[in-house]
Nanobody
Framework: QVQLVESGGGLVQPGGSLRLSCAAS????????MGWYRQAPGKERELVAA???????NYAESVKGRFTISRDNAKNTVHLQMNSLKPEDTAVYYC???????????????WGQGTQVTVSS
């Protein structure tokens, strides 16, 4: 079983910055893609950014140029640096990772518990 634990959410003023972190632990053999999703009240969960084990990244149009995703493969961690935050970035942010566990190389697709990001003056 693979667990993801997020940290770094909070309250920030418009134009401010936050850095989210997510650490994966458990029976991990390999991790393919790690990513961040968000869900605002009354809206569906959406992809914010993702990064492959080789470093290829993908961003939602709404965050391009403001957010940067990075990962440390040796530590099984992924980070999301969020700059120039806007009120519309307010949401619960979830970490996601997929790969293979060390238990019979079974595939996994795991989610963190979510961390609240609120952008407000």
């Amino acid at each position: 079983q693979v667990q993801l634990v997020e940290s770094g959410g909070g309250l920030v003023q418009p134009g401010g910055s936050l850095r989210l972190s997510c650490a994966a632990s458990g029976s991990i053999f390999s991790i393919n893609t790690m990513g961040w999703y968000r869900q605002a009240p009354g809206k569906e969960r959406e992809l914010v950014a993702a990064i492959t084990s080789g470093g290829m990244t993908n961003y939602a149009e709404s965050v391009k140029g403001r957010f940067t995703i990075s990962r440390d493969n040796a530590k099984n961690t992924v980070h999301l640096q969020m700059n120039s935050l806007k009120p519309e970035d307010t949401a619960v942010y979830y970490c996601n990772a997929d790969g293979r566990s060390s238990w019979y190389y079974k595939q996994f697709d795991s989610w963190g518990q979510g961390t609240q990001v609120t952008v407000s003056s």
